[in-house]
C-alpha cells in the first residue's frame, strides 16, 4: 500500500501559541485531504499489453492498479498553554464528527449530517502516540504516515508533542502526556471515540511516555493498554551503559539525554536527583492495577530489552499481561517496523486490545 503524502495538519504557529490561547481550540482547520495544501496523487495508469480489439479472439490482458487510500481528516489541538503542548488528530468521517469549536470548514450542514451520522456510529477506539528524540527533540509529525495507516484499521489517533527536557526536567514529559491523554478523553465526542479503549503508543523517548501512561497510579484505569517501540523504560539503565569505555556515540549522547531529564548527575548519594531518577522508571510504578503491554526491541540496537524485561516481570508478577518481543537486527524504534514481523503483531494485538 502507498501512503500520499502532506496529510499532516499544519504545525501551530509559535506566535500563535501564545498563553492567551484556550487549550482545546484547534490550531488548524480540518479538511477533507488532511491540512490545507494536501494533495492526493492520482492513481498511476495501467501497465502492461495492449488494449484488447474485441472479437472472439481477442486476450484481455488486465493489470494491477494501485488505489491509494484518502488521506485522512487531520487538526492539530492545544492540550495546554505552552507552546509544545499540541497535539494532532487523525479521522475518517463515519467514526467520529472531528469536529472542533466551531472552526469546521464544512457548512452547517454538512456539519450536521457528520454529527447525526457520528450519534448512530458506536464509538470507536483510539490510540495516543508520543514520538522520540532522546527527550530533547523529535516532533508529533514524524508519526503522521503510521497515523495514517492505523487510521484504515479503524482507530481515530492522535500525536501529541510535550515538553523537551531543556524546557522542564521530569515529570513534566509524564505530565504533558497524562494532559495529552486526559484532553481526548475529555473531548471524546469530538471523534466519536471511546474514552476507555484508548491505546498509548511511543517510541525510544515516547515509549517510556507510554510505559508511564499504564504503570503510574493505576494504569489500567487510564489506558486500555501499552505499545512500544524500543521503549527507554530504565534510563538510568542508558545512563550507565553511556558510562562504559566502549560505550557507543548513541549510548554517549543518550547518557547525556537522561542528564538533561532528570536535572542533575544521577547519584544515590543525591536524594532529590535520585528520587526523580528513580521515577522516571516505569519499572519503579508496576503492580497489579496496571495496563497490559506489547514492548519491543531489536537484538542488537541502542535500548537492549532488558530496558523492558524487568517491566514485564514486575507487571506479570501482579497479575498483567506484558509481552517482550525482540527481533533480528539493529534497528531502534520506527526502524522496527521494517521487520515484517513487527506490524502484523501491532496490528493483532491493538485489535485484541481494544475489541
Same mark, same amino acid.
Given at each position: 500500500?502507498?501512503?500520499?503524502?502532506?496529510?499532516?495538519?499544519?504545525?501551530?504557529?509559535?506566535?500563535?501559541?501564545?498563553?492567551?490561547? $484556550?487549550?482545546?481550540?484547534?490550531?488548524?482547520?480540518?479538511? &477533507?485531504?488532511?491540512?490545507?495544501?494536501?494533495? $492526493?496523487?492520482?492513481?498511476?495508469?495501467?501497465?502492461?499489453?495492449?488494449?484488447?480489439?474485441?472479437?472472439?479472439?481477442?486476450?484481455?490482458?488486465?493489470?494491477?492498479?494501485?488505489?491509494?487510500?484518502?488521506?485522512?481528516?487531520?487538526?492539530?489541538?492545544?492540550?495546554?498553554?505552552?507552546?509544545?503542548?499540541?497535539?494532532?488528530?487523525?479521522?475518517? #468521517?463515519? $467514526?467520529?464528527?472531528?469536529?472542533?469549536?466551531?472552526?469546521?470548514?464544512?457548512? &452547517?450542514?454538512? &456539519?450536521?449530517?457528520?454529527?447525526?451520522?457520528?450519534?448512530?456510529? #458506536? #464509538?470507536?477506539?483510539?490510540? %495516543?502516540?508520543?514520538?522520540?528524540?532522546? /527527550?530533547?527533540?523529535?516532533?508529533?509529525?514524524? /508519526?503522521?504516515?503510521?497515523?495514517?495507516?492505523?487510521?484504515?484499521?479503524?482507530?481515530?489517533?492522535?500525536?501529541?508533542?510535550?515538553?523537551?527536557?531543556?524546557?522542564?526536567? /521530569?515529570?513534566?514529559?509524564?505530565?504533558?502526556?497524562?494532559?495529552?491523554?486526559?484532553?481526548?478523553?475529555?473531548?471524546?465526542?469530538? /471523534?466519536?471515540?471511546?474514552?476507555?479503549?484508548?491505546?498509548?503508543?511511543?517510541?525510544?523517548?515516547?515509549?517510556?511516555?507510554?510505559?508511564?501512561?499504564? $504503570?503510574?497510579?493505576?494504569?489500567?484505569?487510564?489506558?486500555?493498554?501499552?505499545?512500544?517501540?524500543?521503549?527507554?523504560?530504565?534510563?538510568?539503565?542508558?545512563?550507565?551503559?553511556?558510562?562504559?569505555?566502549?560505550?557507543?556515540?548513541?549510548?554517549?549522547?543518550?547518557?547525556?539525554?537522561?542528564?538533561?531529564?532528570?536535572?542533575?548527575? #544521577?547519584?544515590?548519594?543525591?536524594?532529590?536527583?535520585?528520587?526523580?531518577?528513580?521515577?522516571?522508571?516505569?519499572?519503579?510504578?508496576?503492580?497489579?492495577?496496571?495496563?497490559?503491554? %506489547?514492548?519491543?526491541?531489536?537484538?542488537?540496537?541502542?535500548?537492549?530489552?532488558?530496558?523492558?524485561?524487568?517491566?514485564?516481570?514486575?507487571?506479570?508478577?501482579?497479575?498483567?499481561?506484558?509481552?517482550?518481543?525482540?527481533?533480528?537486527?539493529?534497528?531502534?524504534?520506527?526502524?522496527?517496523?521494517?521487520?515484517?514481523?513487527?506490524?502484523?503483531?501491532?496490528?493483532?494485538? %491493538?485489535?485484541?486490545?481494544?475489541?
Amino acid at each position: 500500500m502507498a501512503v500520499p503524502g502532506g496529510a499532516q495538519a499544519t504545525p501551530p504557529d509559535p506566535a500563535s501559541s501564545a498563553p492567551s490561547l $484556550t487549550p482545546g481550540s484547534p490550531t488548524g482547520s480540518p479538511s &477533507e485531504s488532511g491540512a490545507p495544501g494536501s494533495q $492526493t496523487p492520482s492513481a498511476p495508469p495501467a501497465a502492461g499489453g495492449r488494449q484488447p480489439s474485441g472479437g472472439a479472439d481477442a486476450v484481455a490482458s488486465s493489470s494491477a492498479v494501485m488505489v491509494t487510500p484518502k488521506p485522512p481528516k487531520a487538526s492539530t489541538y492545544a492540550y495546554g498553554r505552552h507552546p509544545r503542548q499540541r497535539l494532532d488528530a487523525y479521522w475518517r #468521517p463515519g $467514526t467520529g464528527t472531528g469536529t472542533g469549536t466551531g472552526t469546521g470548514t464544512g457548512t &452547517e450542514g454538512q &456539519e450536521g449530517a457528520q454529527e447525526q451520522q457520528a450519534r448512530r456510529t #458506536p #464509538p470507536g477506539p483510539a490510540v %495516543l502516540l508520543f514520538h522520540g528524540g532522546s /527527550w530533547v527533540s523529535g516532533d508529533k509529525s514524524s /508519526w503522521k504516515y503510521f497515523a495514517r495507516r492505523l487510521t484504515n484499521e479503524g482507530y481515530t489517533v492522535f500525536s501529541a508533542n510535550y515538553r523537551l527536557a531543556h524546557q522542564a526536567a /521530569w515529570p513534566a514529559q509524564r505530565d504533558d502526556a497524562v494532559a495529552a491523554l486526559d484532553f481526548v478523553k475529555r473531548n471524546a465526542a469530538r /471523534w466519536n471515540i471511546d474514552p476507555d479503549r484508548i491505546v498509548a503508543f511511543g517510541s525510544s523517548a515516547g515509549g517510556l511516555l507510554a510505559s508511564q501512561l499504564g $504503570t503510574y497510579g493505576q494504569g489500567a484505569q487510564r489506558v486500555r493498554g501499552v505499545l512500544a517501540l524500543s521503549p527507554v523504560n530504565t534510563p538510568y539503565l542508558a545512563y550507565q551503559d553511556g558510562l562504559k569505555a566502549d560505550a557507543t556515540g548513541g549510548q554517549r549522547y543518550l547518557r547525556r539525554a537522561v542528564v538533561k531529564l532528570v536535572g542533575c548527575v #544521577p547519584n544515590e548519594a543525591d536524594p532529590e536527583c535520585w528520587q526523580r531518577v528513580d521515577d522516571s522508571n516505569a519499572t519503579t510504578h508496576a503492580g497489579s492495577g496496571d495496563a497490559p503491554v %506489547l514492548l519491543m526491541h531489536a537484538a542488537d540496537e541502542l535500548v537492549p530489552s532488558t530496558h523492558s524485561t524487568a517491566l514485564a516481570s514486575a507487571l506479570r508478577g501482579g497479575g498483567v499481561g506484558a509481552t517482550v518481543k525482540v527481533v533480528p537486527g539493529d534497528g531502534h524504534a520506527s526502524e522496527l517496523l521494517e521487520d515484517a514481523t513487527v506490524y502484523p503483531a501491532i496490528r493483532n494485538w %491493538l485489535k485484541a486490545r481494544t475489541k
